[in-house]
């Protein structure tokens, strides 16, 4: 057996589920028996048979990667309770094992493949993918890219209409179906709260989460993901704030954006032109806007 | 001879790993600590509280990077990402070296996020070192390859681990960063003599030396960085150090992470024996 082959005979029995009890599964990835499947290519020992040797990989890789998307989602984990978290997050890595160098990335198909599997989430399905697209946006939020950001001066100087900016790469929007900021928040509190705690208390906090899901109810919210200080943080947007940051964020200009926002009417009115004005005040001053933009700015 | 080609010709002492537990402590005592090795792939991203963190670690100490993720010995090219970011990563660190695992873990882009063990034949040592090879170029630093923990052999094996790990580094030219520990662990799994094994490694390609404890179970022992380094362990370090000179030396400890103090005096206790070595030497 070459080393490829080796690989990818040893790669398949390893990434293979373990069955409910946490054991090796007895029949291979090619359908014969996993024992003789294992005894081909490893040595038993005076203490453990080449299925043994082999299972203790085959735990580890589940052990590992099912406790990683678990750190990385624990919303969605309160959401559908642990049972059917841990069933999803089986069936997601049995489709989509990691692709990268870095486990980081490991729920980044997370998403796309519930969509296209509703089972798992059940009645659930628009809350849990409100959850995962929150939870994705706060990892990239988190270790995204900062630029030079832009001053308000540099705005107010630029020639208005014209002017395209861009938006950080740390920064994202969503428009969520349900307010889901709030339990994450709740959840990760509670998370902190118990990490020096009792199982007990670890138990009670679990039946907290669970019970906080079930009375969310659907609100639609519109939310900037950011970092101050490298700090991750959930900003609530009003929907025409939300509107024109999007478009920004989408390549229009600004005159553009803000007729996409307010429709085909600008905003005239004293009211409006206050409020879009304390918006790029509060946003200049959240760093949003990428210094990537001075070329444009100056032209 | 504690200084060579595959460490940078430095001379770094006892380190630690960098944990996040101990960021601040560390940021805000600032202890006096010898070097950091850091965990690459922790830190290859573009933005945010790590990079943060690090910068401001390289503002007082001298860091080393340690991967787990390059997979040397998996049958498929290095991931061009993968090395870009390392770059980047290695710019930012002037680390002197750079060390990753003897193993393989990924296959047809599929990673296992394990460090698999390797079949030790003479057509694995070939693509093992090529790529070693591979990788040095591009980084332009000096490499080290670490032995890793297994717990399972196969039939197709030519030669013994420590034969393996010979060709390899002679083959690549390179460094080898030697684990004790893993030494250790991987002698009670295969029934052999962890002596024989330090004593077969050429002393002059030792860049640098890892520590660690591991966690016993009935039928094996996994490497888990779990706990304080157990005696045996301790003696195959004296003797690693006594063939290799004063060598920079390193105490990883990953899981049920004490307090910094504990992990830092831990290490220490590394200096028993570089300082009978020293005395040895001048008797």
């Known amino acids: 057996m070459n080393l490829l082959a080796l690989q990818r005979t040893m790669a398949s029995a390893v990434m293979q589920p373990l069955t409910h009890s946490e054991n090796m599964s007895s029949i291979a990835p090619n359908g014969e028996c996993m024992k003789k499947y294992?005894?081909?290519?490893?040595?038993?020992?005076?203490?453990?048979?080449?299925?043994?040797?082999?299972?203790?990989?085959?735990?580890?890789?589940?052990?590992?990667?099912?406790?990683?998307?678990?750190?990385?989602?624990?919303?969605?984990?309160?959401?559908?309770?642990?049972?059917?978290?841990?069933?999803?997050?089986?069936?997601?890595?049995?489709?989509?094992?990691?692709?990268?160098?870095?486990?980081?990335?490991?729920?980044?198909?997370?998403?796309?493949?519930?969509?296209?599997?509703?089972?798992?989430?059940?009645?659930?399905?628009?809350?849990?993918?409100?959850?995962?697209?929150?939870?994705?946006?706060?990892?990239?939020?988190?270790?995204?890219?900062?630029?030079?950001?832009?001053?308000?001066?540099?705005?107010?100087?630029?020639?208005?209409?014209?002017?395209?900016?861009?938006?950080?790469?740390?920064?994202?929007?969503?428009?969520?179906?349900?307010?889901?900021?709030?339990?994450?928040?709740?959840?990760?509190?509670?998370?902190?709260?118990?990490?020096?705690?009792?199982?007990?208390?670890?138990?009670?906090?679990?039946?907290?989460?669970?019970?906080?899901?079930?009375?969310?109810?659907?609100?639609?919210?519109?939310?900037?993901?950011?970092?101050?200080?490298?700090?991750?943080?959930?900003?609530?947007?009003?929907?025409?704030?939300?509107?024109?940051?999007?478009?920004?964020?989408?390549?229009?200009?600004?005159?553009?954006?803000?007729?996409?926002?307010?429709?085909?009417?600008?905003?005239?009115?004293?009211?409006?032109?206050?409020?879009?004005?304390?918006?790029?005040?509060?946003?200049?001053?959240?760093?949003?806007?990428?210094?990537?933009?001075?070329?444009?700015?100056?032209? | 001879m504690p200084a060579n080609s595959f460490n940078g010709f430095t001379n770094y002492g006892i380190g630690i790993g960098l944990r996040s537990p101990h960021f601040h402590h560390i940021l805000t005592r600032k202890p006096v600590v010898d070097w950091f090795e850091i965990i690459s792939e922790n830190f290859m991203i573009d933005g945010g509280r790590p990079l943060r963190i690090l910068d401001q670690i390289l503002e007082q100490y001298r860091v080393v990077q340690h991967g787990v993720s390059m997979y040397f010995g998996s049958a498929e090219k290095p991931n061009r990402e993968h090395l870009r970011r390392l770059k980047e990563l290695v710019r930012r660190t002037k680390t002197p070296w750079l060390s990753d695992h003897l193993c393989w873990g990924s296959v047809d882009g599929r990673y296992t996020h394990d460090l698999l063990p390797m079949p030790y034949t003479f057509e694995a040592a070939r693509k093992t070192a090529r790529k070693v090879r591979e990788v040095r170029d591009f980084l332009e630093v000096p490499i080290a390859v670490e032995n890793v923990s297994s717990y399972a052999e196969f039939h197709v094996s030519e030669m013994t681990e420590w034969e393996f790990l010979n060709e390899v580094v002679e083959r690549a030219d390179c460094g080898i960063l030697l684990d004790v520990n893993n030494i250790y662990v991987s002698s009670r799994n295969h029934s052999f003599d962890p002596m024989t094994y330090v004593e077969s490694v050429p002393a002059g390609r030792v860049a640098q030396i890892h520590i660690a404890g591991h966690s016993k179970y009935e039928k094996y022992i996994l490497d888990t960085h779990d706990h304080p380094v157990i005696d045996p362990v301790w003696k195959l370090y004296e003797r690693s150090i006594e063939r290799a000179g004063h060598t920079a030396t390193l105490l990883e400890w990953d899981d049920s992470i004490p307090s910094f103090k504990e992990v830092h005096d831990e290490a220490l206790k590394a200096n028993r024996f570089l300082a009978r070595r020293v005395l040895a030497r001048a008797v």
């Open chain 1, 38 to 299: 294992a005894a081909r290519f490893i040595k038993p020992n005076g203490r453990l048979t080449s299925f043994e040797r082999l299972e203790i990989y085959n735990r580890q890789y589940w052990w590992r990667v099912l406790e990683s998307l678990a750190a990385d989602f624990p919303g969605l984990q309160a959401i559908l309770g642990n049972r059917r978290f841990e069933d999803l997050s089986r069936a997601y890595l049995v489709e989509h094992p990691s692709h990268s160098f870095t486990m980081r990335n490991l729920g980044s198909d997370l998403k796309g493949w519930l969509e296209k599997n509703p089972k798992w989430a059940g009645s659930r399905q628009n809350m849990a993918l409100d959850m995962i697209r929150l939870e994705w946006a706060d990892i990239e939020a988190f270790d995204g890219a900062r630029e030079e950001p832009l001053k308000l001066e540099d705005v107010a100087r630029s020639d208005g209409a014209n002017l395209r900016l861009r938006l950080q790469p740390y920064v994202r929007l969503l428009d969520l179906r349900y307010p889901v900021d709030k339990l994450l928040l709740k959840v990760k509190d509670l998370n902190e709260d118990s990490e020096v705690s009792s199982n007990t208390f670890r138990e009670r906090r679990k039946r907290k989460q669970v019970l906080a899901a079930a009375k969310l109810k659907p609100a639609r919210i519109f939310l900037a993901v950011h970092r101050v200080d490298n700090s991750v943080y959930f900003r609530r947007l009003d929907v025409n704030e939300y509107g024109l940051l999007f478009a920004i964020q989408n390549g229009k200009d600004l005159g553009r954006a803000v007729t996409d926002c307010f429709g085909k009417k600008a905003p005239t009115s004293d009211l409006d032109l206050a409020q879009v004005t304390a918006w790029f005040r509060n946003w200049t001053s959240f760093g949003w806007f990428c210094a990537g933009a001075r070329k444009r700015l100056s032209r």
